[in-house]
């Protein structure tokens, strides 16, 4: 009955942590939290991101995840400049997505809206490459940057970049 008790507050423990990070049954990342400001004209937006530097981190970014809170995201660091050949994909993303790539200055360059892939095949999922050169990628809910009035050549606030 004590493992029948234990088991079931194990696979309950799990289910919690899902729930908490809209991934069933994954532990919580251990990525950097930290809020980026988008300076656009005269208005500030601020983003709760997770930040992925390491490979791996980038390589599953925010992969099974189920939903992502308004006004959070990740943001894709890359230890050099990237190529504008550079390009993300939707593979196991199961959230529609707007991507804005970023280059070393924090400036805006471009903005991609993407779409989930259900194919079980990763060659089948659609690519979207980035077009210009970029440092870093920041992902949000698909038209948040639209909601908000952000556009290429808009900027991250200097004191927020990590």
Avoid: K
């Avoid at 599953?60 to 504008?84: C, T």
């Avoid at 959230?95 to 060659?123: H, K, N, Q, W, Y």
Wanted: with cysteine; glycine share 10%; proline share 8%.
């Amino acid at each position: 009955m004590s493992r029948r008790l234990l088991a079931l507050g194990f696979w309950g423990g799990l289910a919690v942590l899902g729930v908490l990070t809209g991934r069933p049954g994954v532990q919580a990342d251990d990525l950097e939290q930290r809020t980026l400001v988008i300076v656009s004209g005269d208005r500030r937006q601020a983003v709760q991101v997770e930040v992925a530097r390491r490979p791996a981190d980038r390589a599953r970014g925010l992969m099974e995840r189920e939903r992502l809170p308004a006004g959070a995201g990740m943001l894709f660091v890359y230890p050099r400049e990237q190529p504008a050949t550079g390009a993300f994909w939707m593979f196991n993303t199961r959230i529609p997505l707007s991507i804005a790539f970023i280059d070393t200055r924090g400036v805006i360059r471009a903005i991609r809206r993407m779409a989930p892939c259900d194919s079980e095949r990763p060659a089948d999922c659609p690519r979207y490459p980035a077009g210009v050169p970029f440092r870093m990628a920041l992902e949000v809910n698909a038209g948040f940057f639209a909601r908000h009035g952000i556009t290429v050549g808009d900027r991250l606030l200097p004191g927020s970049l990590p």
